[in-house]
């Protein structure tokens, strides 16, 4: 087991990293090859266009989740109250980072409560690792981490490819499927199995819906990379493995078809989604919602203002891409026509996916 000193080192070491060194993936998250077809007669106003919908049952004003990144620590604190600021004013979902930090230690809850203590009413994803459930954790645990922040709905990360790469890393998973099965049973908010920049398969998505999971965050390769982020913190040869494992993973965009062609579940992209514009790809492809974490960093550690814009920016872009598909709202959106191109339509049918049901929508 981790010593708590340590586990706030590395958080605010993996602050320090993501905000000021090139923390990103070398590998794209695959939405390049997503083509939506252009509409050169709209027929609508963009003034007309609707963005809101709906995630697991709670308005949004546009289909937008800050993605999980912090708290435990004074910074995250503040970069938790701002991030929290900004989903309730401009009515968006929020994950907070892993809570482990404060169910070992209760005196560091208060960075996690200010986020429901500042939204009130917005969407909140509580959030624990899969490594922990495999050592221990259980139904106590999850419900102190819905509790803390009274929660809508609970992440269980997975994060194989950034303990793999740590020497300290907590390379234990087995018993974890059956650890969120027992979860999904007796926690009272639907459960999101959540990556956290590696993707998810098909084959996964099936075994997490089986055992009652409500949601996937899919969070695929092309962003935050975390054997990238880990080689900034291990000095050159005491983790040697580290840098061939750079864009290890499954792209976002391809996960996310793997997941909505295999599954009905909810799902959520995530894993270098940088513009309006590929969360409405994501959209088209069957995403609920779309998810920012690294963007969000230096904004969350400057000021509420500069979350709010840079979230009202992608929000405007959407409104863009919506008006030039003509889609006058989101649920014409999700059956907007897109082309499969390059490395993604490779992938696609080398699984077996159909690469042309999105093509021929009209
Ligand atoms: C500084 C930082 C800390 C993060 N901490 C967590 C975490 O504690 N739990 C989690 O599920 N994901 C965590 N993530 C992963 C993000 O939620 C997201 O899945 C991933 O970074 C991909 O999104 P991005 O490319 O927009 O950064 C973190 C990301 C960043 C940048």
Redesign the pocket.
Known sequence: MMRRPEISRR?TD??K???TKD???ERT?GLEDILLVHRSAPEIDMRDVSTSCSLMGHQLSFPFVI?????GTTNAKRINQRLAAAAENLQVAM????QRIALENSALEQSFRIVRETAPDAFLIA?I?APQLAMGYGIKEARKAVEMISANAL?I?M?AVQEAVQPEGEVVAKGVVDKIAEIVRQVDVPVIV????AGISAEEAKRFKAVGVSGI?V??V???D?AK?ESYRNSVGKNPGTRIFYGWGISTAASLVEVTQSTDLTTIS?????SGLQIAKSMALGASAA???????LPALTSLQAVERTIQTVHQELKMTMFLTGCKNISDLRKTPLVIVGNTYHWLTQRGFDTERYARRN
């Open positions: 958080k993996h602050i990293i993501c905000a923390a990103e993936s998250n993605e999980a990144i912090t708290g994950g907070v980072g892993s959030n690792g992440a990360h994060n959540k990556e956290t920049g965050d969070a695929g092309g962003g935050t975390w982020v995530s894993g270098g989604i940088r998810g920012l974490a690294k963007p969000l960093l």
